[in-house]
């Protein structure tokens, strides 16, 4: 019995030995054939975080000029090219006016006829109807004395007895006469017109001024001078050329004082607001950049091509005379700009029902990390909570394997 006892109690520590040795056997078997991800990582750092939207524009004049024909001619004279500076008052071209001049010396003298007319009529006149009305005057005045004098001499006789009552009131009845007479050419004299009279007489020499305006401006057009110092940037015509009017003859601009429209997609509208830094460049100029600011945000969405934008009205800061008007330029606005952000790549940001996680690299195993994020640009994120700095996060297997919790992981550099 106790020899049976025995060989039973061996059986079974063999037995358990053997399962243990097996156990064993199968966990170094896993540990040495387990799948190892490799990954591409980075660690958790601050740094300065700034969020961009590019888009396209078209670079504008602010101080723009453009001579159009003001009447069909020829091209009499052209005195530069483009590219040329010019000062202000620099004659740039000119056409045959003789025309012109013809019609505005034609005006000239129908807004002296007009104001002659209207200074006759504020004297009461021309001066030989004054002298006419003054002479009738002096006339009626004389009339007026000699029936005063022929009537006080009949009143005499009457107290005599020698004039009969009918001549003295004859005698009243011509000095009432003559004192009438003189009233009214008094009258005409001070008062010759009527108000109606006046106002038809100015609106007359009003529409003469405007006419010899009118042609004293078409000839000003006719020989195009430079309102301000600038730089001729289009001559689309030449010398002799016949040009219809309305035709564009030339443009010219200060290039110090240019603005870019650029057109935002609907989406980015909102991230648009006055004073944001933009920066500024044109594949003519690789190598250099131009620096402005937002001076208006859209006011509605327009078509454009086959995309609804809002023009967004940029001031540039820096124009320096390289960059030219009507061209086509990459403008890059920076919405944010967070310094000292705590951020990881957005490679290594996962969101999964609205909420965001990364997987974090802890003794090469990745551990499924809740975060939440703040501000974020094409390739950075901030992350607000969650991580700390020197962590190290997973941004992907370089094999195309799917990162999950617990897997282990070799990181690539």
């Not at 006789?157 to 020698?162: D, E, I, R, S, T």
């Not at 190598?287 to 940029?314: C, L, M």
């Amino acid at each position: 019995m106790a020899t049976a006892r025995t060989t039973k109690r061996r059986t079974t520590w063999i037995w358990t030995g053997t399962g243990v040795a097996v156990a064993l056997v199968f966990y170094f078997v896993h540990l040495a054939t387990r799948t190892t991800l490799p990954i591409r990582a980075a660690e958790v750092e601050r740094s300065s975080l700034k969020s961009t939207t590019p888009t396209n524009g078209k670079v504008e004049p602010t101080s723009n000029f453009e001579a159009h024909a003001p009447f069909p001619g020829v091209i009499k004279a052209l005195y530069v090219h483009e590219g040329d500076k010019v000062p202000a008052g620099e004659l740039l071209l000119q056409m045959d006016d003789s025309d012109a001049r013809s019609k505005l010396a034609t005006a000239l003298a129908a807004l002296k006829g007009a104001q002659g007319t209207y200074d006759a009529m504020l004297k009461g006149g021309t001066q030989e109807e004054r002298l006419s009305l003054g002479g009738d005057v002096t006339k009626a005045e004389m009339d007026r004395d000699q029936a005063q004098r022929d009537l006080a001499a009949l009143q005499k006789l009457q107290a005599q007895g020698a004039a009969s009552a009918a001549e003295v009131a004859s005698a009243k009845d011509r000095l009432t006469a003559a004192n009438n007479s003189l009233a009214l050419l008094e009258k005409r004299k001070s008062s010759r017109y009527d108000s109606n009279d006046m106002a038809h007489v100015k609106a007359s020499l009003e529409d003469a001024q405007a006419a010899y305006a009118a042609a004293q401006e078409i000839v000003n057009q006719a020989n195009v001078k430079a309102p301000f110092a600038g730089t001729v940037y289009s001559v689309p015509v030449s010398k002799t050329e016949f040009v219809q009017q309305g035709d564009r003859l030339l443009q010219m601009a200060d290039l110090t004082k240019l603005q870019v429209r650029a057109y935002f997609d609907e989406p980015q509208i909102g991230k648009i607001r006055e004073g944001l830094p933009i920066a500024i460049n044109w594949d003519a100029m690789p190598t250099k950049e131009w620096h402005g600011h937002v001076v208006r945000v859209p006011a509605t969405i327009i078509s454009y091509g086959t995309r609804n934008v809002g023009q967004v009205i940029i001031a540039i800061d820096d124009a320096d005379g390289t960059l030219l008007p009507n061209t086509n330029v990459t403008v890059t606005v920076t919405t944010s700009n967070t310094p000292n952000a705590l951020n990881v790549p957005r490679d290594a940001l996962h969101t999964e029902q609205g909420k965001s996680y990364v997987y974090r690299v802890v003794n090469g195993t990745l551990h499924r990390t809740p975060v939440t994020v703040g501000s974020l640009n094409l390739t950075q994120v901030e992350i607000a909570s969650g991580l700390k700095e020197g962590d190290t996060v997973a941004l992907g297997t370089t094999n195309g394997v799917p990162v999950s919790e617990g897997v282990a992981v070799k990181i690539v550099r």
